[in-house]
């Protein structure tokens, strides 16, 4: 990876971004401490494709509501609570 100060990049702008499309990250700092990347647009759009599984989870209820909606106020059987070691490993799974 490449690295520039923040003035430089100022300077050598077309020249960073050129780095970038050609697939090298350009770090830029301030003071010597990181505070920006540059990176290819290819490599932006891998990063925007990536979906948290709070976004999957919103998503799935939005395009399930009608299914989802048939299931509310249906009362758990007590035999069917989750029991201490299921709870137990859901914990150590989740932190």
Do not use: Q
């Not at 490599?43 to 939005?62: A, N, P, Q, T, V």
């Amino acid at each position: 990876m490449c690295r520039a100060t923040i003035y430089d990049a100022r300077n050598n702008f077309s020249a960073l971004v050129k780095l970038a499309e050609s697939g090298e990250p350009v770090e830029l700092t301030r003071h010597e401490k990181p505070v920006a990347v540059i990176i290819s647009y290819v490599e932006y759009e891998k990063c925007g494709k990536k979906k948290s599984f709070f976004d999957w989870l919103d998503k799935f209820h939005k395009d399930n509501a009608e299914i989802l909606e048939g299931f509310e106020g249906i009362p758990i059987p007590e035999d069917e609570y989750p029991d201490e070691a299921y709870e137990k490993r859901i914990r150590e799974m989740w932190g």
